[in-house]
């Protein structure tokens, strides 16, 4: 590239020919920032800095400025060379960008414009740290923030076996059953499954795109993303129109790790996409979940390489719930109690050497349970109480099964 005032072409002759005034909107703040979403890509640091560091209304001035970038200017951390080559980067988009235009779009969809500090911008995304996007756009009758503040991202395989799907389905259900919201990138095979699950049992889904919320990607998920706008959400930080490309997608991926409470791989292979977004909740410090599968299936190798990484095991809803949650295991799942549960050494020693069909005297006990004949006969007593010991003219045994004792000996 060309350093500024030399003859050959370079960020000056990529800025936008008109006479070096802004248009209108360029005055609202709320528009000027809408149109840094279609000027730049998410994955656009420069840009993101460029902005916060001067207001997205400033920054379109100094964009239209045909002054050439100097050493003054620049903020802290920025460096002239990055700055230059941003200019002409998003000069180049200047005659696409209308942000009236796309709001309009999105509005006669049914959607709108959720921007930070709005009551709908979730929470999750401060944990970008400079990486939020400059703007959400979404289609759905949900609340974004509530929406999301107690939810899961569920994702995998695109080539998913049944196996995957069966268990996407089965794990949004169950979230939905519970309050909590499904997550995904509605992507064939595992994202697809989720977002079906929710959808049939009534539950909440959201889903993040690649492209804008106008667009159906895949085309042959043009109905469930249809169902998911009337009844979740459908959200994108590219606006309308704009098509799905590689590096979205792994942009978008980082958008479904912020704003979900937990990120779970239910099925991917070894280099999956979907293993990237639970990198980036592991780089965000959310919990990570994956499902195991079969040690030979090549579509859980992902998940197995996950797992050797630390992530938590989980093999349904009320396991990934306790991720969402932040809870102890036993705080969620109630194990059924033994009958032996909440005794002691000497009790538990007395309750295994009990028979369980003939009696015995308390001193053929204390010899199989090694322990002093004293000892024995008040244990005895207590373990009658609580009903797990049982007294005939034969001696003793365990009381019968459904009488609030019984049992194995594990």
């Not at 500024?4 to 002759?13: F, K, L, T, V």
């Not at 997205?56 to 100097?70: D, G, M």
């Not at 060379?81 to 779009?105: I, K, N, V, Y």
């Not at 930070?116 to 740290?129: F, I, M, R, T, V």
Request: hydrophobic fraction near 45%.
């Amino acid at each position: 590239m060309s350093a500024p005032g030399s003859s050959a072409p370079g960020w000056q002759d990529a800025l936008p020919a008109f006479g070096r005034r802004l248009p209108r909107w360029a005055a609202d703040e709320r528009l000027a920032l809408l149109a840094w979403s279609r000027l730049s890509e998410p994955e656009d640091l420069v840009a993101k800095a460029f902005v916060a560091g001067r207001g997205a209304r400033q920054a379109l001035e100094r964009l239209a400025s045909p002054a050439p970038v100097s050493a003054a200017e620049c903020l802290l951390g920025e460096r002239t060379e990055h700055l230059r080559a941003g200019l002409a980067r998003w000069a180049s988009r200047w005659e696409e960008t209308d942000p009236e235009r796309d709001l309009d779009r999105v509005q006669t969809l049914g959607g709108r414009v959720v921007l930070d500090g709005d009551p709908e911008w979730p929470d999750g995304l401060a944990l970008l740290n400079g990486g939020e996007p400059f703007a959400l756009w979404v289609r759905g009758p949900l609340h974004l923030a509530r929406a999301c503040e107690r939810s899961a991202a569920v994702v995998g395989a695109r080539a998913a076996t049944a196996y995957g799907e069966r268990l996407a389905a089965s794990i949004a259900v169950g979230l939905g059953d519970a309050g909590a919201t499904t997550v995904s990138g509605a992507a064939l095979g595992v994202d697809g499954a989720a977002h079906r699950g929710a959808l049939a049992a009534g539950a909440p889904t959201l889903a993040v795109l690649a492209c804008g919320v106008d667009r159906a990607y895949p085309p042959s998920h043009q109905r469930l993303l249809r169902a998911v706008a009337e009844e979740g959400l459908v959200v994108s930080e590219v606006p309308p129109g704009s098509s799905p490309m590689r590096r979205r997608f792994l942009q978008r991926n980082r958008l479904i790790a912020a704003v979900s409470s937990a990120t779970v791989v239910v099925e991917a292979g070894w280099r999956s996409g979907s293993l990237s977004t639970a990198g980036l909740a592991m780089d965000l410090v959310r919990p990570v979940g994956a499902v195991p599968g079969p040690v030979t299936s090549p579509s859980s190798e992902g998940c197995h390489r996950l797992l050797r990484a630390g992530a938590i095991c989980v093999t349904d809803a009320a396991e990934v719930l306790e991720l969402v949650s932040g809870v102890a295991p036993d705080a969620v799942r109630r194990v059924e109690a033994r009958p032996h549960d909440g005794l002691d050494a000497l009790q538990l020693a007395v309750f295994d050497a009990l028979p369980v069909v003939s009696a015995q005297s308390a001193e053929r006990i204390a010899v199989t349970a090694g322990l002093a004949a004293p000892d024995v006969p008040p244990v005895l007593r207590d373990l009658s109480q609580r009903g797990l010991a049982s007294r005939s003219s034969g001696g003793w045994r365990r009381a019968p099964r459904g009488s609030g004792a019984g049992g194995d000996r594990q």
